[in-house]
Structure formats: structure tokens, C-alpha cells
């Protein structure tokens, strides 16, 4: 028997607009709604960014506070994950602005990159200052890994005594700048997992269907909303992130597999508190 699947929904991200989609939610309490959407539609988990209300990415501290308490007071026992990646150019400080009280989960993002036509700066120095913060604040790193190198700097981590097990490592595959997201670059990468290692794949664009079927079946959790793609078929705009889980959740079944509740997430993420939810 294979674990239960831990649907992540990613909600907003730093860089889809609502000039692309009507549907990106840019306020806390937007934001909020669509990771409780997506929480009712089978996610046990919510990758959160935060936008300024005009849309721009925000770090802002009192944005994620107000998500979580608006997510929290609707009922939603999500785990909560908060992005320190931000958005490329803003400086470390910023990016971990995020680390509110009430994140449970903090990104860790293995590397620089080009992404798209801009850099997204990840020196080793910033990992480990990411990383240390994480530790000091009770956190379980989700180590985001979008090409091949970035799982010998998550080696290095190890050794250096940064990370403790077990691991858990989000592949975002897709990026312009980053690995594609293939079968055969997905399948090379897992060859290089240590254990114990949960590890959990997104795939950008149009890719996030296929790469969601395909990490259900080698027995990967998954990860889908608007961050990464705003598209449930050719042409055709999501809703909302709700709508992408649904489509993981008919997979997941198709697949034999069985969604994550909140709790069993926590478990398997070793995540021992349970949040506070009205
Ligand atoms: N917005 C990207 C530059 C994360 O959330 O940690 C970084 C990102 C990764 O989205
Ligand atoms: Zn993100």
C-alpha cells in the first residue's frame, strides 16, 4: 500500500496576473478563499504567496498573518506552507518575511536559476540562512528542486548538518531556466533522492496534468494551482485553484491512490502540533 497522496495547492504564486486570468486572487482574503476552496475540493496542504492588492508580490508579514487567521477562522486545517522564494529580486530579508506565526511549512529553494528571462538568486550562503531560520523556527523545510544539480546542494546541506530527515523535496518542473517536465527528467531525478525522502512533483504550464499523473503513479505526492498553471484544458481558464485539486483528486483515485487529509499529512511531514481552526 502506498501512502496517501498529499494534494498541495498553490494558490496564487508570485507571478501569474490577472491580466492572464481574472481568477488569481491577490488579497489575503482572496487568497485566503481560494486555498479554503481548495482545501474543501482535497487539499491537505497550501503553498501560500501574497500580493500586494494591486497585484504585486508582497513578503509582507501582516499579509500572511491575515491569510492564515482568515483560512484558519473559515475552518480549513490545511497544512500551511509559506513560500521564502517570494518573488526574483526581492532581497532575503524580504523573502522571509513570510515565516509568520501559524506557517507550519517554509520553502527552501536549492539553488539560483534563470528564471523566465529574470535570475532567481539562491546563493548556497542564503540556503543556509533560509534553512537556519526554518530550524530555529519549528518549520519543516519543503526543499524546492528545479534541475538536477540542486540535489547535490541538498546532499551538501545534509552533510553540513543544515537538514535532518526525513527530507522533503518539492521537484517544479517547467521553468523556463530549470529542468522540463519529462518522464524521463522526473524518473532521474528520483534517482538521486537520500532517504528518507517524501518527495512531491509540479509541473508548469500545461505540463502540471501530465506531471501530476505521473508522480501519482511512482508513489509522489502532488502539487497544482494557479501559481504554476491557470489552464484546466486548451483554452480553457480554471476558475480557481479548486478546480485544478478536484482534476489531482480524479487522478489520484484513477491511480489507486487515496488524498491526504490535514492530519495525515502532519504525520507523514512529522509535523507533531495541530493548528487551532474555529
Ligand atoms: N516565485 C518564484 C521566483 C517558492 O515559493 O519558494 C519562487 C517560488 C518558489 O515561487
Ligand atoms: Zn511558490
Same mark, same amino acid.
Request: proline share 6%.
Given at each position: ?36 476552496? =481548495? ?50 529580486? /526581492? ?13 507550519? /511549512? ?57 537538514? =535532518? ?13 530549470? /529542468? ?31 506531471? =501530476? ?41 484513477? =491511480? ?23
Amino acid at each position: 500500500m502506498s501512502d496517501p497522496v498529499i494534494i498541495t495547492a498553490a494558490v496564487v504564486g508570485a507571478e501569474v496576473t490577472r491580466a492572464q486570468s481574472p481568477h488569481v486572487p491577490y488579497t489575503p482574503a482572496e487568497i485566503a478563499q481560494a486555498a479554503v476552496d =481548495a482545501w474543501r475540493a482535497g487539499a491537505a496542504s497550501v503553498h501560500l504567496h501574497a500580493r500586494w492588492p494591486d497585484g504585486r508580490p508582497s513578503q509582507e508579514p501582516v499579509h500572511f498573518r491575515e491569510i492564515i487567521d482568515r483560512l484558519r477562522a473559515a475552518g480549513c486545517d490545511a497544512v500551511v506552507q509559506c513560500s521564502t522564494g517570494g518573488a526574483v529580486g /526581492m532581497s532575503v530579508d524580504e523573502r522571509l518575511g513570510s515565516l509568520v506565526e501559524g506557517a507550519e /511549512m517554509g520553502t527552501l529553494n536549492l539553488g539560483t536559476m534563470n528564471f523566465g528571462d529574470e535570475v532567481f538568486l539562491n546563493s548556497r550562503r542564503d540556503i543556509v540562512r533560509i534553512a537556519g531560520r526554518l530550524r530555529e523556527r519549528g518549520l519543516v523545510p519543503e526543499c524546492e528542486v528545479y534541475d538536477a544539480g540542486m540535489l547535490d546542494t541538498l546532499a551538501w546541506l545534509r552533510r553540513q548538518g543544515h537538514l =535532518a530527515p526525513p527530507y522533503h523535496v518539492q521537484f517544479v518542473l517547467g521553468v523556463p531556466g530549470g /529542468m522540463s517536465a519529462s518522464a524521463r527528467n522526473l524518473r532521474f531525478l528520483l534517482e538521486g533522492l537520500p532517504e528518507p525522502t517524501h518527495w512531491t512533483a509540479a509541473g508548469v504550464g500545461r505540463a502540471q496534468l501530465e506531471l =501530476a499523473a505521473l508522480a501519482l503513479g511512482l508513489g509522489g505526492h502532488v502539487r497544482v494551482g494557479l501559481e504554476d498553471n491557470l489552464f484546466l484544458a486548451k483554452g480553457v481558464l480554471a476558475k480557481g485553484s479548486a478546480e485544478l485539486v478536484e482534476r489531482a483528486v480524479g487522478l489520484a483515485r484513477a =491511480a489507486g491512490r487515496v488524498p491526504a487529509t490535514p492530519a495525515e499529512a502532519r504525520r507523514l511531514l512529522g509535523i507533531e502540533a495541530s493548528p487551532a481552526v474555529a
